[in-house]
């Protein structure tokens, strides 16, 4: 298996880190408010994904129709809906891998 921590840094990998300590029994105290924290983390990662989205949207709408002749504020609303997208593919991915490796660490523990 390749290393799921290897392409996330900053936010991304706390919330890596804060999921597989939910999943595997590390801090069992505040595992509800863990996965509370993580998945509202989610949600607003989408949102503003989605917000960035629409701005770029926008973006082009106002150069398209001729309302704004600035291409630099188009070309950077364009980047930021693209980085914000790639960053919550990079999250999912992530979520993905852990799910996957505690799965599979479920399914190959001995049953004593």
Partial sequence: MTDVTSGLSG???NFYTDAVNSVTGSGMDS???SFSTI???AMNTIKETDSLSQQAEQAAMDFTLGNTDSTHELTIAQQKAY???QYTVAIKNAFLDAYKAVSYTHLTLPTN
């Fill in 83 to 85: 980085l914000s997208l």
């Fill in 39 to 41: 998945l509202d983390s």
């Fill in 31 to 33: 595992n509800k408010s």
């Fill in 11 to 13: 936010i991304g990998l």
